[in-house]
């Protein structure tokens, strides 16, 4: 029974899993056919980025501030004045990983629910069946745009994130550090290099791309009515917060490999 068990869990599993890459493969193909919806990429990219601005700014901007209150006790603790250093050790953590996962996992929680639960609810009223119905493509009209989107949008959020990240550090250092702000900046500017910026949105194009297809993925695979609706926000959350951190791990040791 156990065997059974264990062999129809795995099953799921990688059925799952080939969804999920037949679906991407879908939607890769749409995005280069006509008809392009520019209007409704420009409309998603407003929802995704520009409403997610607040949210992932404040968040990562008292996150660098707790980055510099935490590292810089830590390194005076070691060694008194080495605090002066601040800067690079905030920055790095910024770029390398803070800004890219959790501007990340916002947007899985706030866009993926979204995209999730308005798909799905297309899909329990047949609003996805009507489509076919008048020679639109379900997959064209409302996967493609969200996928573009985020796309686009994920790695910008994080440049701006980025630099909100450092800011929120400089503050702490300049009033709890006693940091100079142009000290601040020299130190990060002597110490990082590009590669610890660009590294940083490379993960991020990633993460926008496994957010739209497990959002849209889990919105086509909708049934059950409005139960069905919140068990496929539910999973589209669980599953893009699951799928960056483990992607995480191997997307950083790749670059770690390249660097």
């Known amino acids: 029974m156990s065997l059974t068990k264990d062999k129809s869990v795995f ?3 990688f059925e799952s899993l080939g969804g999920h890459f037949i679906f991407l493969k879908e939607t890769v193909a749409w995005m ?6 520019r209007q409704n ?6 929802e995704i ?4 601005l607040p949210v992932t700014s404040i968040t ?24 002066v250093f601040i800067g690079t050790a905030v920055t790095i953590s910024m770029f390398r990983e803070l800004c890219p996962v959790l501007t990340a996992l916002l ?8 995209i999730a639960a308005e798909i799905g609810t297309m899909r329990v009223t047949e609003q996805i069946d009507a489509l076919r119905t008048l020679s639109a493509d379900p997959v064209q009209y409302l996967s493609v745009p969200r996928f573009i989107a985020c796309l686009i949008m994920t790695p910008c959020l994080t440049m701006i994130t980025d630099i909100v990240g450092v800011i929120g550090g400089a503050v702490v250092a300049f009033f709890s550090l006693n940091i100079p702000p142009d000290s601040y900046i020299s130190n990060i500017l002597e110490n990082i290099k590009l ?3 660009t590294s940083g949105i490379f993960k991020s194009v990633f993460f926008g791309a496994e957010i739209a297809i497990i959002s849209c993925y889990s919105g ?9 609706v919140g068990k496929s926000t539910i999973q589209a959350v669980v599953r893009s917060s699951m799928v960056i951190l483990i992607s995480d791990y191997f997307l950083t040791f790749l670059l770690r490999i390249i660097e």
């Open 11 to 13: 099953e799921v599993f």
């Open 32 to 37: 280069f056919k006509p008809p392009f919806d």
């Open 41 to 46: 990429i420009l409309i998603q990219m407003t």
């Open 49 to 52: 980025g520009y409403k997610s």
């Open 60 to 83: 990562l901007f008292f996150t660098g501030m707790v980055m510099a209150l935490q590292i810089g006790q830590a390194m005076d603790a070691l060694m008194s004045g080495s605090s």
């Open 107 to 114: 947007l899985a929680g706030r866009v993926g629910s979204s």
């Open 195 to 197: 590669f610890d910026f």
């Open 220 to 228: 086509f695979n909708t049934f059950g009515g409005a139960e069905g």
